[in-house]
């Protein structure tokens, strides 16, 4: 891989889909890694307005972002994915409402010589992408992988991630069969009103007259991970946001969310916001 830069006097060239994935998978080009995509969780997450030089994919695992391309403006819910072509100014940032928000960001540029390479779209959003994340995932290891063939399975890697992503962009009937954004807003609603309870996927599954196991086979494919990630993480996203809106106790907080050890809360805190509740409360 080469070293990583940040020339801002590259020249920009547009292929189609599949050429650009060719042209990847065959080694034509030269990869630079600038950031490697790992979660990042941020009470007042904000980035740019910027223009770089490489490809920037935005994958929103939790919480809400609102992003922004010249005058227009979008909400990203969680499970959406955006990839901003290089050359194209962008903004990204937490809306105050739905702090904080678990953001996941993969910045590469595809280069031959001193061009950037590209697909054609300026923005490619994905709303139903949490299927993506694992793909994601297995794109970092590839990067930090150290291997004999650590180049041709990070190009793998990549290319396989980069494509779904286009498929699903270009068909309309990729998206079937997973929870439209209102389900998942109900979703959010019923966890939020019952957060003191035990909940279930069994519960959730009610609430759509779903049985459970076609309940739980399309929340993966909505929210890329199960049920029972999504509710803890879900609890631990409502206890973040009473540690910096609140002086309440972490032991009170703790309860309200339905916890009866605070060793448990705080235990699971710290895998999922690696600190403590009280150095998360320190650190706002």
Known sequence: MAKQRWRQNWTYRA??????????????????????GRPVFANAFHYGPRTIASHILWLVNGGTCEFRIGSARRRLEPGSLVWVMPGVEHEVYATRDMLPTDVCNLNFAVMQRDTALRVSDDVIQVEEASRFRSQAILAVHEIHAASAYREQSMRGAL????????????????????????QRKRLVQWVQKNIRAHVSSADLAKQFGLTQDYFSRVFRRTFGMAPREWIMRERLRQGAKFLSQTRRSVTRIAATLGYQSVHLFCRQFRQVYQCTPTEYRRNQ
């Open 159 to 182: 290319a396989v991630l980069c494509g779904n992503v286009l498929a699903a962009w270009r068909s309309p009937g990729s998206n079937r069969h997973v929870f439209s954004v209102a």
């Open 15 to 36: 292929l189609a889909d599949e050429a650009w994935l060719e042209t990847l998978l065959r080694g034509e080009c030269e990869i630079d890694i600038v950031v490697c």
